[in-house]
């Protein structure tokens, strides 16, 4: 049926609306800015200099009353069927809301399985505890002051109830959890901040196929009733003329359809890890560093943009989620190789290849180190941006098993450990032979071949070869001159056959996005919150800047099951 309400522009841009010019121009400082609008312009006016101030922002889509061809109405409204949507849907779907959950393709998205989660049941029974003040504070270093700690408070403060929430869920479904708490090493392991935090729930169905929590989650709510709206493409919200969120428009392949929703909107769209305008605009270290987008490739920052468009702020600084995992072959480069208005593409196109992360031997193109290799996954991988090509060289002798094992790292990084633990009996070239045929990984019987095959060439050769005795050397007095690395992760390079990999970052998700309160209200350019508008995931932000703390390990899919969740129970009046 046709629409009965006009939804005009000038309606779009009254009221709270007024704000998004201010918002776009003023906060969302990660890409080129038109000068703020001045007192006397309009409101409309300064949403234009928001709107042509900006390469990748844009401006919302004009639609017309005539081309909406449906309008329906509903209780809740969730933009987007991934970690944070379906979270947010069967909490609705517990408390009996007449929720709608909109998703732009023709699936769910995939399941990111680890999350952290503080003080839960699981901690307890493995005689752990996270000290939350000293947790809260590490937190807020990594973004260097930039998280705002009321909300970084709430994932701490709920994350157990999440998870005490969500077990009985999984479990009867026939998934179990895996508790991390083997974080201590024997040598007093790392200077950074490492709490027991990371759960992981796997199971299989009775056909043998692994279960994923999205999926359960999915039929969690058909059995109660609901199901999720497909193929909904979000082009824009709906506001009154007061500001008020009240719904939003969505392309379908019938055409524009206009949902209203009584208590709000929740966006839990994800980041934009496939624009390549707004990663150039607002995550520049990206073009500069990653040779490989894994992940999100439906992400494009659909949410944050709507969101602006009806007055939000964002993140003033860019925070990409990379791992030092995208390997490529030698002489490749780091950065996004896609034209301006095209989806992202980098020269990696293989899935993450895990072994980056271990704190083995890396150098530059020139042949030398240039970085602890002990750091958290992006570390790494920020530093070898100042290399030529953005790329790093990771080299490794026979003894790799025995090495990894005692380099003992946390996180997803221990898929290696368990990879090789299983087969330790079978020779490494066996264990990479896929790598070793692609050409991402190189073999030889000596560290002069080696370099060889690596690329390196007269002065780049002669210093690989020199850095490679002096590592050797580090080795042997347990002691890192050049860079203070840990003396348990270091390794000698002198056993044949040797290897060597060429790297850059494998980005997984942003996560700067629309600024919350801790109720998860999307808050615009003077700090107030949107009525009716709430954000949750990686469309989401105050938390992070510059970086994903990966030592923290699964706090971006922690926070997103624990933010969606608060954020449904505040939209239905189910807290305190």
Known sequence: MKNTATVSRRSFLTGAGALAGLAAVSMAGCAPQAAAPAATETASEGSELAATGSDWLGAAPEIAEGDIVETRDTELLIIGAGNGGMAAAATAADLGLDFTLCEKTESIQKTRHWFGAINTKYTKAAGAEVDTAKLLNEFTRYASGQADQRVVRVWIDESAEVTDWLDPILTAAGMTCAFDNDIDHETGGTDFYLAPMEHYYSGKDEAGEALERNKVLLAYINERGYDVTYSHSLARLVQDESGRVTGAIFETPEGYVQINSEKGVLLTTGGYTSNADMLRGCNPMVDRCVTLQYGSPNNV?????????????????????????GAVLPGENAGIVSEAGQPATFNGTDKQFNLGSQPLMKVARDGKRFVNESTPYDFCCFAAAANEGGVFCQVFDSNLKEDVKRFSTIGCSRQTQQLLAKEEATPLEEIYADQLEKGTMVMADTIDELADKLGFAGEAKDAFLAEVEKYNGFYDAQKDDDFGKEAYRLSALREAPF????YGGSLLTTVDGLRINADMQVLDALNQPIEGLYAAGDCSGSMFANNYPEYIVGCACGRTLTFSRHAVRHMAGDLA
């Not at 290897?499 to 060429?502: A, D, H, K, L």
Request: glycine share 20%; proline share 3%.
């Open 499 to 502: 290897f060597g990999i060429w």
């Open 301 to 325: 920052g659909d949410g944050i943009k709507a969101g602006m468009w009806a007055g939000a702020q964002k993140d003033a600084i860019g925070a990409p989620m990379i791992f030092d995992r």
